[in-house]
C-alpha cells in the first residue's frame, strides 16, 4: 500500500512532526566497490567508453545549470553561451564493472527495506532509480516498486532529465524512507523511472541508480538531497561527508571524517557558488611550471576524469609536449615513459597528482603513447573527478559550504 499525493499534501506536516528521530551518532563507513575503468583488458583506452564517459558528464552539468535556473530563476553564473542544452557513517564502495571506473555503495529503500546500488554523486542532487513497469532500458537493474513498499507516498509528478547522459529519462516521483548505514530519512524524495538514459543502461553502469550530494539548487525535483535532510534532521554528529577513493579500503563516511583514512590537517577549499561542490584551484603545475593559476573548479565524485575548458586544457598539454589525441577534441596522448609531473592546489597547499593517475591508458594504434586523465571540453570551469580524487582524501562540509583535503594514511 502507498499514499497518494492528496493525501501527503493534507498528512506530510503530521507524518513528520510524528516520525521518529533516529540519535544522533558518531560518523559511519559505507564501503564502496568500484567498477572497471575506460580501458580494455590489455589497458589499451577504450575509445567508447571514454566518449561515452565524457558525454555524460556533460549531459550531467547542463542539467544543474537547468535545474539551478529553474530553482532559482536566475542562470548559474559559470553558465555560458555555448554550454546551454541544445534542447555518520561509513559506506564501503565497490565497482561492479561497466565501462567506467566509478564507485557504488550499497542503501534500503521502502518498508520492507529494498536493497539498491547507488553512485553517490557530489555533481548532482537527486536520488534516481529504475521504477515498476520500467521498458527494457533498465533491464538488469533492481527496480524500485512502490506498491511493495508500505511507506511509499505517490507525488504525481512527473519527471524528465537527462541523467547519465544520451537520452531522457523520465519516470515519476516518490517519498519513501532511504537508508544509509542505519541513517534513515523517513520523507526522501526519490525518482522512479519508466526509462533509463543511454548513460545508466546495464552494460554502461552496473549500479542500480544516483543518489545526489550536491546542494538543492541544482536539484531537478526541487527538494532537499538525502544528505541534506540527516543533517536537518540533526542525525549526524557533524554536517560533513567524507570519500577516500583509494584502492585500499574505499568508503563514503557520513557524520564527520574518518581517521584511520587520512593523516595531518585538512586543507579547506571555500565554496564560490553554491549549486555544485565549486571551489577555487590557485593553480595547476606542470613539470615544475604554473601552467593556470586562480580557475574555477568543481569537485565530483561521479566523474572519472579531470576535465577542463578547451583553452585551459590546450595550455596544459601545450606545457608538457602533450598532442591532441584522435578520440575527440579535447584529448592528448605524450609518451608513455616522459608521463608529466602535475599537482593541483587548493587553499595554498599542493597535492601532487600520482603519474598513474595521470593516464587512461594506452594508444592501441601507437602503445608507446598514453592518453591523458585531463580532457578538455566545452566546461566553464574545471571538474575534479575521481582520477584526482583517488589521490587524497576528501571531505564536504554542508554547514560551513567548504571542501577538504588532506593526504591519505
Same mark, same amino acid.
Given at each position: /500500500?502507498?499514499?497518494?499525493f492528496p493525501t501527503v499534501i493534507t498528512a506530510l506536516p503530521f507524518l513528520i512532526s510524528a516520525a521518529p528521530q533516529s540519535a544522533k551518532q558518531r560518523g559511519t563507513a559505507i564501503p564502496l566497490s568500484k567498477f572497471s575503468s575506460l580501458v580494455n583488458v590489455d589497458q589499451s583506452v577504450n575509445f567508447e567508453?571514454?566518449?561515452?564517459?565524457?558525454?555524460?558528464?556533460?549531459?550531467?552539468?547542463?542539467?544543474?545549470?537547468?535545474?539551478?535556473?529553474?530553482?532559482?530563476?536566475?542562470?548559474?553564473?559559470?553558465?555560458?553561451?555555448?554550454?546551454?542544452?541544445?534542447?555518520?557513517?561509513?559506506?564501503?564502495?565497490?565497482?561492479?564493472?561497466?565501462?567506467?571506473?566509478?564507485?557504488?555503495?550499497?542503501?534500503?529503500?521502502?518498508?520492507?527495506?529494498?536493497?539498491?546500488?547507488?553512485?553517490?554523486?557530489?555533481?548532482?542532487?537527486?536520488?534516481?532509480?529504475?521504477?515498476?513497469?520500467?521498458?527494457?532500458?533498465?533491464?538488469?537493474?533492481? /527496480? $524500485?516498486?512502490?506498491?511493495?513498499?508500505?511507506?511509499?507516498?505517490?507525488?504525481? /509528478?512527473?519527471?524528465?532529465?537527462?541523467?547519465?547522459?544520451?537520452?531522457?529519462?523520465?519516470?515519476?516521483?516518490?517519498?519513501?524512507?532511504?537508508?544509509?548505514?542505519?541513517?534513515?530519512?523517513?520523507?526522501?524524495?526519490?525518482?522512479?523511472?519508466?526509462?533509463?538514459?543511454?548513460?545508466?543502461?546495464?552494460?554502461?553502469?552496473?549500479?542500480?541508480?544516483?543518489?545526489? /550530494?550536491?546542494?538543492?539548487?541544482?536539484?531537478?525535483?526541487?527538494?532537499?538531497?538525502?544528505?541534506?535532510?540527516?543533517?536537518?534532521?540533526?542525525?549526524?554528529?557533524?554536517?560533513?561527508?567524507?570519500?577516500?577513493?583509494?584502492?585500499?579500503?574505499?568508503?563514503?563516511?557520513?557524520?564527520?571524517?574518518?581517521?584511520?583514512? $587520512?593523516?595531518?590537517?585538512?586543507?579547506?577549499?571555500?565554496?564560490?557558488?553554491?549549486?555544485?561542490?565549486?571551489?577555487?584551484?590557485?593553480?595547476?603545475?606542470?613539470?615544475?611550471?604554473?601552467?593556470?593559476?586562480?580557475?574555477?573548479?568543481?569537485?565530483?565524485?561521479?566523474?572519472?576524469?579531470?576535465?577542463?575548458?578547451?583553452?585551459?586544457?590546450?595550455?596544459?598539454?601545450?606545457?608538457?609536449?602533450?598532442?591532441?589525441?584522435?578520440?575527440?577534441?579535447?584529448?592528448?596522448?605524450?609518451?608513455?615513459?616522459?608521463?608529466?609531473?602535475?599537482?593541483?592546489?587548493?587553499?595554498?597547499?599542493?597535492?601532487?597528482?600520482?603519474?598513474?593517475?595521470?593516464?587512461?591508458?594506452?594508444?592501441?594504434?601507437?602503445?608507446?603513447?598514453?592518453?591523458?586523465?585531463?580532457?578538455?571540453?566545452?566546461?566553464?570551469?574545471?571538474?575534479?573527478?575521481?582520477?584526482?580524487?583517488?589521490?587524497?582524501?576528501?571531505?564536504?562540509?554542508?554547514?560551513?559550504?567548504?571542501?577538504?583535503?588532506?593526504?591519505?594514511?
Amino acid at each position: /500500500m502507498h499514499l497518494t499525493f492528496p493525501t501527503v499534501i493534507t498528512a506530510l506536516p503530521f507524518l513528520i512532526s510524528a516520525a521518529p528521530q533516529s540519535a544522533k551518532q558518531r560518523g559511519t563507513a559505507i564501503p564502496l566497490s568500484k567498477f572497471s575503468s575506460l580501458v580494455n583488458v590489455d589497458q589499451s583506452v577504450n575509445f567508447e567508453a571514454l566518449n561515452s564517459h565524457i558525454a555524460s558528464t556533460t549531459a550531467k552539468i547542463l542539467r544543474g545549470f537547468d535545474n539551478f535556473e529553474k530553482n532559482t530563476g536566475a542562470s548559474h553564473p559559470s553558465a555560458v553561451k555555448g554550454a546551454r542544452k541544445r534542447n555518520s557513517g561509513g559506506l564501503p564502495l565497490s565497482s561492479l564493472g561497466d565501462h567506467l571506473h566509478r564507485w557504488f555503495g550499497m542503501i534500503s529503500i521502502g518498508t520492507p527495506p529494498r536493497d539498491f546500488a547507488v553512485m553517490f554523486d557530489t555533481g548532482s542532487s537527486d536520488l534516481v532509480l529504475p521504477g515498476i513497469g520500467c521498458d527494457a532500458s533498465c533491464n538488469g537493474h533492481a /527496480m $524500485y516498486d512502490q506498491r511493495a513498499s508500505s511507506t511509499s507516498i505517490q507525488l504525481g /509528478m512527473p519527471f524528465n532529465a537527462r541523467f547519465g547522459g544520451g537520452d531522457g529519462a523520465f519516470g515519476y516521483q516518490y517519498i519513501d524512507n532511504v537508508t544509509v548505514v542505519g541513517l534513515t530519512v523517513n520523507y526522501q524524495t526519490l525518482g522512479a523511472a519508466l526509462h533509463y538514459s543511454e548513460g545508466l543502461r546495464i552494460g554502461k553502469f552496473s549500479g542500480d541508480g544516483l543518489l545526489g /550530494m550536491g546542494f538543492q539548487v541544482i536539484s531537478h525535483f526541487g527538494h532537499n538531497p538525502f544528505f541534506q535532510n540527516l543533517v536537518n534532521e540533526g542525525q549526524t554528529a557533524e554536517p560533513v561527508f567524507a570519500f577516500n577513493f583509494a584502492a585500499l579500503g574505499p568508503e563514503l563516511y557520513i557524520g564527520g571524517t574518518n581517521p584511520d583514512m $587520512y593523516i595531518g590537517d585538512f586543507t579547506w577549499a571555500p565554496v564560490t557558488q553554491q549549486g555544485f561542490w565549486q571551489v577555487s584551484i590557485d593553480s595547476v603545475v606542470a613539470n615544475g611550471r604554473n601552467v593556470l593559476t586562480n580557475v574555477a573548479g568543481i569537485i565530483d565524485t561521479g566523474t572519472l576524469l579531470i576535465l577542463g575548458p578547451l583553452s585551459d586544457v590546450a595550455l596544459f598539454y601545450a606545457a608538457t609536449g602533450g598532442i591532441p589525441f584522435r578520440v575527440n577534441g579535447g584529448s592528448y596522448s605524450f609518451p608513455c615513459d616522459a608521463v608529466p609531473r602535475v599537482s593541483f592546489t587548493f587553499g595554498g597547499t599542493s597535492f601532487p597528482l600520482p603519474t598513474e593517475n595521470l593516464v587512461v591508458g594506452f594508444d592501441v594504434d601507437n602503445p608507446s603513447r598514453c592518453v591523458g586523465a585531463i580532457v578538455g571540453g566545452t566546461y566553464p570551469f574545471w571538474i575534479v573527478g575521481t582520477h584526482f580524487l583517488s589521490s587524497v582524501y576528501t571531505a564536504f562540509d554542508l554547514s560551513n559550504e567548504r571542501v577538504g583535503f588532506a593526504t591519505l594514511a
